[in-house]
């Protein structure tokens, strides 16, 4: 007889797999940690942003939920960078953790250029996959085993061929833990977006060989083999295809992954006088002040930018508000209640970034696709109306992570990939924009994080702060109610 402690137990494995998914919470550009939730177009809601995007015409296949909304920030990349994604079960940190064992499957990443990051939408055609992995038969471990055993953290680096411009760059993870037998249960797509100015040695668009070219949704067919596949057979029937289109690498310029990535973006960058960052909001100084009126004015204003940062906070939670809140805020107004009326006192000062994971950037994950050989383009340019560019060979090196295997077994021989042959790619009749209307920048909901606890924190020695705080918000509530 089962006891209902077992029972307890399994109940309690269940409750933790349906929340155990994953979320992009970090981008880093060549290692460097552009902060929780900068230049992400994250899920808002707190209690479902780490689950799956269900549907295979679903145009969140593109970005994410809420990732047809453009964030306030891009950030800077020189073509060839470094980029690393971080990804968490709980976007919060509120537990460890990157994606939960039993979600096995693929990666990739993928980007698609856009002429107006705010207007240009991310689900339709233009998207192009940068690279992939499967089922690595050398180490018997899928991309996301990979990706666990790396803390959560997936490097790739930037095709060093691309035009400067704004780009979406997206991962995509496909999890086969609930595929078994027969099309009812089907595999799990995750996805995300950052939002990229890329640095390139070129300008122009960027001829995408046809065949690598692909509309987000509509870039897997419900049929792929590789959504099909059981990954509890023993042993698996490999090879593992993977799903989507041919990877393309465009090669070509001089910037290698080693630049420094570029410091802001034309629109959209992070302003260099951020005094400091929650996501995509950042703390501005207020207005210099000679006098009383103008100093409870300065606080006013300080703690309406503090209200902008909680209002907008992902689920990676609102601790740059907090300490915008207690640091600028709160010594603006006892400067005031002090008799001080020339100001700001500490004027420029920045506050420093809070990052949840401040990981050491010597202990990120090497890229996956080091050494992978650029796809040729003839003629040496990318750009656009030259119509003659001739793609030879569009078939990249994916990353060589397999040890020299003396004796492989039949099933862990890599497949071989015929290499294409292309005349010429696909003249760019019309630019990739879908008749999808695009709300920018709509007010986010407040947001919770993923599976913890309440954000706002504020510490027990700040009682008389809190409750100045606290009247001067709902005063400002009751304003706008009114
Ligand atoms: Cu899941």
């Not at 209690?47 to 995007?53: E, H, K, L, N």
């Not at 891009?74 to 979600?103: N, V, W």
């Not at 202990?363 to 696709?369: D, G, R, T």
Request: with cysteine; glycine share 10%; aromatic share 6%.
């Amino acid at each position: 007889m089962r006891s209902a402690l077992s029972l307890l137990g399994l109940a309690t494995t269940f409750a933790t797999l349906s929340s155990a998914h994953t979320v992009f919470t970090n981008l880093f550009i060549n290692d460097e940690n552009q902060g929780d939730g900068t230049c992400i177009r994250m899920p808002k809601d707190g209690s479902t942003c780490t689950a799956p995007i269900l549907g295979r015409s679903n145009p969140d296949l593109a970005c994410g939920r809420d990732g047809a909304s453009a964030v306030a920030f891009t950030c800077g990349a020189p073509a060839g960078a470094k980029l690393t994604f971080e990804f968490r079960m709980y976007a919060d940190l509120s537990q460890r953790g990157a994606i939960d064992p039993s979600h096995k499957g693929p990666m990739a990443v993928y980007l698609k250029p856009v002429s107006d990051m705010a207007s240009t939408p991310a689900a339709g055609d233009g998207w192009f996959k940068i690279w992939d992995e499967g089922y690595d038969s050398g180490s018997g471990k899928f991309a996301t085993e990979k990706l666990i055993a790396n803390n959560g953290l997936l490097s790739v680096n930037l095709p060093p061929g691309l035009p400067t411009g704004y780009y979406l760059v997206r991962h995509e993870i496909i999890t086969l833990q609930n595929v078994t037998a027969g099309p009812t249960v089907d595999a799990q797509f995750y996805a995300g977006c950052a939002q990229l100015y890329v640095q390139g040695s070129s300008s122009g668009s960027l001829n995408i060989p046809a065949e690598s070219k692909v509309s987000i949704p509509g870039h897997v067919s419900p049929g792929d083999a590789g959504l099909h596949f059981n990954i509890y057979d023993q042993p698996l029937k490999l090879p593992y295809a993977i799903p989507g289109p041919k990877v393309f690498f465009p090669g070509g310029g001089s910037s290698g992954g080693n630049v420094k990535a570029a410091a802001s973006a034309p629109t959209g960058g992070i302003p260099p006088s951020c005094l400091i960052k929650n996501a995509n909001w950042c703390g501005l100084e207020v207005a210099d002040y000679n006098s009383e009126t103008g100093c409870w004015a300065a606080v006013e204003a300080c703690y309406q930018q503090g209200d902008v940062c909680y209002k907008s906070a992902p689920p990676t939670g609102s601790k740059g508000c907090d300490k915008w809140d207690r640091q600028k805020c709160d010594g603006l107004r006892d400067s005031c209640s002090a008799g001080n009326f020339n100001g700001p006192p500490n004027k420029g000062v920045k506050l420093g970034d809070i990052i949840l994971n401040d990981i050491p950037s010597g202990s990120l994950p090497a890229a996956v696709n080091q050494g992978a050989t650029p796809s040729v383009v003839d003629s040496g340019t990318t750009t656009s109306g030259s119509g003659g560019n001739e793609v030879k060979e569009a078939q990249p090196e994916p990353a060589k992570q397999e040890p020299a295997a003396p004796a492989p077994s039949p099933e862990s021989a890599p497949a071989p990939a015929p290499v294409p042959e292309y005349s010429a790619p696909a003249p760019e009749s019309a630019p990739p924009t879908a008749p999808v209307p695009v709300v920018v920048a709509a007010p986010a909901a407040p947001a919770a994080p993923c599976g913890g606890t309440t954000i706002v924190k504020r510490s027990g020695t700040q009682t008389v702060v809190r409750t100045i705080v606290v009247r001067h918000r709902r005063r400002r509530a009751t304003r706008q109610a009114a």
